[in-house]
């Protein structure tokens, strides 16, 4: 299923861990962008007929000659192209420049220097700081390339070739530590590649509905409801698209938030006036995930588990055709490699990595495309009420991913009771949509405390809560004493089994959000 626009931006992706932001970046400019294979051939891209591409970075160094190079026709097919770092380098290596090592390399805040205020740098300062990461540089500039702009450390960190629309900058314009560099890609999107400001949340709901409408038909679908907001909206899209051919199952695996069957009732049964069905499949859960430790493992069980059990219910329902489900981009780029071994995989999603091979359903996957911020956005297009559009985000493991080690109920109910009292204590402070995402963690190791004058030896429960923009990158929220003083003294004394509460202050990265 489509859902996606006529007018689009691709970025070719070269390996940079973090290319998702560029693909954000686009679409904070309202024109839809979506990360493709580099070595995606001319013929796809003359059916797809982008408005540009941008050329992401990436760690590998066009010296090498395992590292990845796009089809030479590209340059051939009249489209602008922007390359970013690695992606400058390619284009003045393809191009007939030159591109050399060097011994500084350029890392971290770099002052830049433009020499040209037009093109990419229309309205832009001609002193600005920006962010650099690479050895390599180009030293000579191609035929038919201008310089746009210098460093001290690079005489080309900037080259443009207007009438063919090719741009390069050795920066990156992607990231914050670049504050101007979205007005970089405004110029590249708006004025090179003639984009309008079109993408919004009002536009996707349209064509979602509409793809949905076409590849169903007259069949009937169930939808995984969990509460989160992701399936949230897609059971809502879904609904306004085929009404009563869609049957929502929510699934209660023994590792869902405290109340978490009650709110889905109440929203989806009496709200919405869905068809709904509720199935305690605990027992088989924890029975399927006895002894195991391991994250990954957890993950494939989990969603498996859910699929049959989904399989299950929908023969009960009766003739079943299509699964819909939440799956996001962010999901999808960090569980596949689009290029191959110069990309590392983080962590499967049950969305995407966990399905079983033999699986009876046709997936329908409307939020594919788009990034968890602007989910929220759809959900009140939707007429989602606040809570749940601002709901925390959940993983689909549930707390068996937050439970560091193995899983029986005592253990989720602990971490079920502590997470509510940090919910609650961040929401009661005024705080619930200033802090992206918080949540309790519960590390099974003890340790020895007092209370009441007598020995302990018990769990602690770690709090994370962080802040973010799309989820990609984030940081440890800094939250005010008071409220870290309450959620601790209710944590330690409303919570049986935990004599301690921890503070995790991580960064995403070189850590990721979740723990496991």
């Given at each position: 299923?489509?859902?996606?626009?006529?007018?689009?931006?691709?970025?070719?992706?070269?390996?940079?861990?973090?290319?998702?932001?560029?693909?954000?970046?686009?679409?904070?400019?309202?024109?839809?962008?979506?990360?493709?294979?580099?070595?995606?051939?001319p013929a796809e891209l003359k059916k797809v007929k982008p408005r540009g591409l941008?050329?992401?970075?990436?760690?590998?160094?066009?010296?090498?000659?395992?590292?990845?190079?796009?089809?030479?026709?590209?340059?051939?097919?009249?489209?602008?192209?922007?390359?970013?770092?690695?992606?400058?380098?390619?284009?003045?290596?393809?191009?007939?420049?030159?591109?050399?090592?060097?011994?500084?390399?350029?890392?971290?805040?770099?002052?830049?220097?433009?020499?040209?205020?037009?093109?990419?740098?229309?309205?832009?300062?001609?002193?600005?700081?920006?962010?650099?990461?690479?050895?390599?540089?180009?030293?000579?500039?191609?035929?038919?390339?201008?310089?746009?702009?210098?460093?001290?450390?690079?005489?080309?960190?900037?080259?443009?070739?207007?009438?063919?629309?090719?741009?390069?900058?050795?920066?990156?314009?992607?990231?914050?530590?670049?504050?101007?560099?979205?007005?970089?890609?405004?110029?590249?999107l708006y004025d090179v590649c003639d984009c309008k400001p079109s993408w919004t949340?009002?536009?996707?709901?349209?064509?979602?509905?509409?793809?949905?409408?076409?590849?169903?038909?007259?069949?009937?679908?169930?939808?995984?409801?969990?509460?989160?907001?992701?399936?949230?909206?897609?059971?809502?899209?879904?609904?306004?698209?085929?009404?009563?051919?869609?049957?929502?199952?929510?699934?209660?695996?023994?590792?869902?938030?405290?109340?978490?069957?009650?709110?889905?009732?109440?929203?989806?049964?009496?709200?919405?006036?869905?068809?709904?069905?509720?199935?305690?499949?605990?027992?088989?859960?924890?029975?399927?995930?006895?002894?195991?430790?391991?994250?990954?493992?957890?993950?494939?069980?989990?969603?498996?588990?859910?699929?049959?059990?989904?399989?299950?219910?929908?023969?009960?329902?009766?003739?079943?055709?299509?699964?819909?489900?939440?799956?996001?981009?962010?999901?999808?780029?960090?569980?596949?490699?689009?290029?191959?071994?110069?990309?590392?995989?983080?962590?499967?999603?049950?969305?995407?990595?966990?399905?079983?091979?033999?699986?009876?359903?046709?997936?329908?996957?409307?939020?594919?495309?788009?990034?968890?911020?602007?989910?929220?956005?759809?959900?009140?297009?939707?007429?989602l009420p606040p809570h749940i559009v601002y709901r925390q985000p959940f993983p689909?493991?549930?707390?068996?991913?937050?439970?560091?080690?193995?899983?029986?109920?005592?253990?989720?109910?602990?971490?079920?009771?502590?997470?509510?009292?940090?919910?609650?204590?961040?929401?009661?402070?005024?705080?619930?949509?200033?802090?992206?995402?918080?949540?309790?963690?519960?590390?099974?190791?003890?340790?020895?405390?007092?209370?009441?004058?007598?020995?302990?030896?018990?769990?602690?429960?770690?709090?994370?809560?962080?802040?973010?923009?799309?989820?990609?990158?984030?940081?440890?929220?800094?939250?005010?004493?008071?409220?870290?003083?309450?959620?601790?003294?209710?944590?330690?004394?409303?919570?049986?089994?935990?004599?301690?509460?921890?503070?995790?202050?991580?960064?995403?990265?070189?850590?990721?959000?979740?723990?496991?």
């Amino acid at each position: 299923m489509a859902t996606k626009p006529r007018q689009k931006i691709l970025i070719l992706d070269f390996g940079a861990q973090y290319n998702q932001l560029i693909a954000r970046r686009v679409r904070d400019a309202r024109v839809y962008s979506e990360v493709v294979p580099y070595n995606i051939s001319p013929a796809e891209l003359k059916k797809v007929k982008p408005r540009g591409l941008i050329f992401s970075g990436g760690p590998a160094s066009i010296k090498r000659k395992d590292s990845p190079f796009p089809d030479p026709e590209i340059f051939e097919l009249g489209i602008p192209i922007l390359g970013i770092c690695y992606g400058m380098q390619l284009m003045g290596s393809m191009l007939d420049g030159k591109v050399s090592g060097t011994r500084k390399a350029e890392y971290g805040k770099t002052e830049l220097t433009v020499d040209d205020t037009s093109n990419l740098f229309e309205g832009l300062n001609p002193n600005l700081i920006c962010w650099m990461s690479h050895g390599d540089k180009v030293t000579k500039l191609p035929p038919g390339f201008e310089k746009l702009a210098h460093t001290r450390s690079s005489k080309i960190a900037a080259m443009g070739d207007t009438e063919r629309r090719f741009y390069g900058v050795q920066f990156h314009p992607e990231v914050v530590h670049t504050p101007w560099g979205i007005d970089i890609i405004k110029n590249f999107l708006y004025d090179v590649c003639d984009c309008k400001p079109s993408w919004t949340p009002e536009n996707f709901v349209d064509l979602a509905i509409s793809d949905i409408r076409r590849v169903v038909g007259k069949r009937r679908v169930i939808c995984g409801l969990s509460g989160g907001v992701d399936s949230s909206v897609v059971a809502a899209l879904v609904h306004m698209a085929v009404k009563k051919q869609l049957t929502c199952i929510f699934v209660d695996h023994g590792f869902m938030r405290k109340g978490e069957m009650e709110q889905v009732r109440d929203t989806f049964e009496d709200h919405f006036n869905m068809n709904l069905v509720c199935v305690d499949a605990s027992d088989r859960f924890f029975r399927k995930l006895k002894g195991v430790r391991d994250p990954e493992r957890k993950r494939k069980i989990v969603g498996e588990e859910f699929i049959r059990v989904f399989e299950e219910e929908a023969s009960k329902i009766g003739k079943i055709d299509f699964l819909a489900q939440g799956t996001l981009y962010p999901d999808v780029i960090e569980s596949e490699s689009h290029t191959g071994a110069t990309k590392v995989k983080i962590k499967s999603h049950h969305n995407v990595g966990g399905l079983p091979e033999k699986m009876h359903l046709k997936l329908i996957e409307p939020l594919r495309f788009i990034f968890k911020d602007e989910v929220r956005h759809v959900a009140g297009q939707v007429g989602l009420p606040p809570h749940i559009v601002y709901r925390q985000p959940f993983p689909g493991p549930g707390l068996s991913i937050r439970i560091i080690g193995e899983c029986n109920r005592e253990r989720v109910k602990i971490l079920q009771e502590a997470d509510a009292i940090v919910l609650d204590e961040i929401y009661k402070a005024g705080l619930s949509r200033d802090v992206w995402q918080y949540f309790a963690v519960l590390p099974l190791i003890r340790s020895v405390g007092v209370m009441g004058d007598e020995r302990t030896y018990e769990y602690p429960i770690v709090v994370r809560a962080v802040t973010s923009e799309d989820a990609m990158t984030c940081d440890w929220a800094r939250l005010p004493y008071k409220v870290l003083e309450k959620i601790s003294n209710r944590v330690v004394n409303e919570v049986n089994g935990v004599n301690m509460c921890l503070l995790d202050i991580k960064s995403k990265p070189p850590g990721t959000i979740e723990w496991e």
